[in-house]
């Protein structure tokens, strides 16, 4: 804890002044809760029962997302294997490592959402955009932890590598990467699932996938349409994290 | 995986022995899946619908947008403190929304505190829901609901929280120790004493990680909100990409960045020292 009394209650005296701070700026009150309450009955009932009617336009949706999430990810591992080994102290030099966390950094800080923006500026409008967008967050998540655990691995293999005369490359592909492979399936399985996810909102800045559908359906207060893509988008995303949990299972 | 390890002996003399590391069965279903996964990014690739004459644009296009985003609009700077806060704001009420709502969810879904195999499900089932439409969906909900704004914001991030929240505090419930609860449960205690000091106590610790974890997620979702309308830094950047302002939406992606990496660092001191 800490290492003077008086910081903790200090803490927790700051958080609770931010807090009603807060909720006074949020502007809430009676009227505006009772309008705020008739209007999510009128949306409710509007959105009651949901409407399957234009599933090919859904089913559009969903397979361009799936798309978009597994070619990205496929990208993703290529791409982020070496990334990962930039950005894994141990076995880069430093000039290199500084690089590579400099791509992690960017590739995690940025929301999806604003990466698309640029990505969509870059490429056109389309599920292109959408895929470089997913393929740039590979570099947060997929190199950052696959890094963190090359930073793990044991040293005596690659000491064993190095003493037979090879070089980088070969102590890398023979005494580092062996040791993560396993590492790396479990990874590149959990960021499709993670990509599954993006891929239904980054629609929403025009990069494809289920998003522009969902979008488009919101300003045109389909609402029992939006229903039905919320209904298969919850349906898709629990069935991606079953397969990625079954595998992470099987592979490690 | 690959490195497959095969002790072959094929002497004349010795006995045609051969050692292998997986069965025809599993090198079969191996390759199938090879095959699998090869044919899927095929596909994927072929839907992409790549327009080659964009792609050959794109490094002309990506140096004129920097072009533009550099140098940023510093004399913005002033303007973006107002909603900077606000983004804030939106990440810590929500944070606080979803740790409200997600206390009683989390008893539900935790298998030795719910009280009947259909509140287990529906505990089951608000995580699942909560957890699988994004934060920006639930912002498009709220919008309609309670007009644009960073209540529609706030309360996205909550619901988009809960099942996040629910689930770890869950987990943890789950894995207490059932020693004080029966002890406290000796002193004749009702069940909501029971959860309370027997309970309770013993999750705070995860309890702190968990709340201070996702906060700082929270802070990079609440910094986009506002592109379709829910408050917060996201609205000024939408209003600036719109007005083609490009100086400052450089400006603006540059204040997001150091918010971004301050609460990452300031979430992970915080969570050194509490947990």
Known sequence: MFAYGWVGPALWAALGAFLVWNAV??????????????????????????????????????????????LSTAL??????????????????????????????????????????????????????????????????????LA????????????????????????????????????????????????LRQSTI???????????TLYNSF??????????????????????????????RRVQ | MDATPRSVTRGAAAAPRRWERYSRGQRMTRLGLRIAIALAIVWSARGMGVR???????PAQLADLFGRLLPPDWSFARMLVAPLLQTINIATLGTVGAIVLALPVAFL??????????????????????????????????????????????????VRSLGFVSKLFAEAIEEIDRGPVEAVTATGAGRYHVLLFGIVPQIRP?????????????????????????????????????????????????VILGVVVLSELGSAWLRQRLT
């Open chain 1, 25 to 70: 700026n949020l502007e809430v009150d009676a009227a505006r809760i009772q309008r705020g309450l008739a209007r999510a009955g009128t949306v409710f009932a509007r959105a009651f029962p949901p409407d399957f009617q234009r599933w090919p336009l859904l089913l559009e949706g969903i397979v361009e997302s799936i798309q978009m999430a597994t």
């Open chain 2, 52 to 58: 080659w004459d964009w792609i050959a644009d794109s």
């Open chain 2, 109 to 158: 879904a935790a298998r030795n505190t719910t009280l009947n195999r259909a509140t287990y499900l529906f505990g089951r089932l608000l995580i699942v829901v909560s957890r699988s439409v994004d934060s920006l969906i639930w912002a498009l909900i709220f919008i309609i609901i309670v007009g644009p704004g960073s209540l529609a914001g706030a309360l996205a991030v909550a």
């Open chain 1, 76 to 145: 993703g591992a290529v791409l982020g294997v070496p990334v990962a080994i930039m950005a894994a102290r141990n076995v880069a030099p430093r000039p290199v490592y500084v690089l590579g966390r400099g791509v992690v950094t960017l590739g995690r800080t940025f929301h999806e959402i604003i990466v698309a923006i640029i990505l969509v500026k870059a490429v056109g409008f389309g599920p292109l955009a959408g895929m470089l967008t997913l393929t740039v967050n590979s570099f947060g998540f997929f190199s950052k932890l």
């Open chain 2, 206 to 254: 995860a309890f702190a990680g968990v709340c201070i974890f996702r906060w700082d997620i929270n802070v990079r979702e609440s910094t986009v909100l506002g592109i379709v309308g829910a408050g917060g830094i996201g609205f000024v950047l939408n209003e600036a990409i719109l007005g083609l302002e490009w100086a400052r939406v450089g400006m603006i992606l540059l």
């Open chain 1, 202 to 212: 980054i629609g929403i800045v025009g990069a494809g996938g289920i998003g522009t």
């Open chain 1, 148 to 195: 963190e655990q090359i930073e793990q691995i044991d040293r005596g293999q690659v000491e064993a590598v190095r003493a037979t005369g090879a070089g980088r490359g070969g102590v890398l592909l023979f005494g580092v990467l062996p040791q993560v492979l396993p590492r790396v399936v479990g990874l590149t399985v959990y960021q499709w699932d993670i990509h």
């Open chain 1, 219 to 248: 300003s045109r207060y389909d609402y029992d349409f939006t229903l039905a893509i919320l209904l298969v988008i919850i349906a898709i995303v629990c069935v991606g994290e079953w397969v990625s949990a079954w595998t992470r």
